[in-house]
């Protein structure tokens, strides 16, 4: 199954650019930056990731984010993911940014974005893997950032193809967010927000999401099956979820298997995803894999989560199915 998966074409829905900083990168970059980390090598650092919930993942991602400093840093980080996934065969990334991470450090929005954007093109161009960028922002920051940013992204609005929203999810609920979302949905964004797992008033965030905001997709949202009319909500309007089983084994008590397969079961367009793949240890590849060994996934359970993707892509309709015809000659062979 392990090579089955290998040659699958994949799709990675819900991917912090932030959270693929790996230990060896980041001793790199504070090298170039003239920045002395508190570590003395690549396995101290890791030693040094220990969280078991959202905050306390949070913590170590900003800190560790901090040797992000110029152009080239971002650029180079975003290279090295999209290499990576490409070996993984994923063959289109949606991915986010979180500018509000630098600028709020005194990194100009302008250089984030050129570096994460010329990565982009190289690799479409060097490795044949596609990517658009989510702008997401900070929830635990005020709504009136959010707004800020969101004007300072317009002129690059042709590099973004959407908003996403995450950060520590407690005492801050989708609807802080309306007026921006709103903005963001008049100036042509997609719209999509994290639901993280498990959270306070879980529930009642995927309705607001859902009813108030008008999401396009959800960002885990995996509480939703706990309501059977959030349920008839996402299956009617079709609403993607992007799920990070490895990741919801650090930050909650597992990694959600027997939700994923009733999604499944009901026909949701349930996804893997690897959320934070430095830190929570996979990528995409070891996510399928871990969930695969969890539930005994059958070949076409696989191809259908890979279909689910490809399905919510914010993509025009003939790349989508260039990638769905991909998918099903895999299917077949
Ligand atoms: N930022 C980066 N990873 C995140 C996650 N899993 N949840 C919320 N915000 C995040
Ligand atoms: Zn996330």
Not at 203 to 208: A, K, N, P, Y
Request: hydrophobic letters at 40%; proline letters at 4%.
């Amino acid at each position: 199954m392990t090579d089955f998966i290998g040659g699958l074409p994949k799709c990675e829905l819900h991917l912090h650019i932030e959270g693929t900083l790996e230990p060896e990168l980041k001793f790199e970059l504070a090298g170039r930056n003239g920045i002395d980390l508190p570590y003395a090598s690549v396995e101290e650092i890791r030693a040094a990731y220990s969280f078991d919930d959202l905050p306390s993942f949070l913590k170590i991602y900003y800190e560790g984010m901090d040797v992000l400093r110029t152009e080239p840093d971002f650029y180079d980080l975003a290279m090295a993911y999209l290499r990576k996934a490409a070996s993984q065969n994923v063959r289109y990334a949606e991915i986010f940014f979180d500018p509000q991470a630098h600028t709020s450090r005194g990194v100009p929005f302008d250089l984030v974005i050129r570096g994460l954007r010329r990565a982009l093109i190289d690799a479409e161009n060097q490795l044949g893997i596609r990517a658009q960028l989510i702008m997401c922002f900070l929830r635990d920051f005020q709504a009136e950032y959010a707004m800020a940013t969101l004007l300072e992204s317009l002129p690059y609005r042709e590099w973004i193809v959407g908003v996403g929203l995450d950060s520590d999810e407690k005492g801050n609920p989708p609807v802080k967010f309306k007026a921006v979302y709103e903005r963001a949905r008049q100036e042509g964004y997609l719209l999509t927000m994290h639901c993280d797992v498990d959270q306070e008033n879980s529930t009642e965030h995927i309705r607001q999401a859902i009813e108030e905001i008008g999401v396009n997709r959800i960002d885990h949202g995996v509480n939703a099956l706990e309501d059977p009319s959030l349920v008839e909500a996402i299956r009617e309007k079709g609403l993607g979820l992007t799920v990070c089983p490895i990741s919801n084994g650090y930050v909650t008590d597992s990694m959600k298997a027997d939700a994923i397969r009733r999604m499944l079961d009901l026909g949701l367009r349930v996804t893997v995803n690897s959320d934070d793949p430095a830190y929570f240890t996979g990528y995409v590849q070891e996510n399928l894999v871990a969930l695969a060994d969890a539930l005994q996934l059958s070949r076409e359970d696989l191809v259908q989560l890979e279909r689910n993707a490809f399905e919510i892509t914010w993509l025009p309709r003939h790349l989508k199915d260039a990638y769905l015809a991909e998918l099903d000659a895999y299917a077949a062979g």
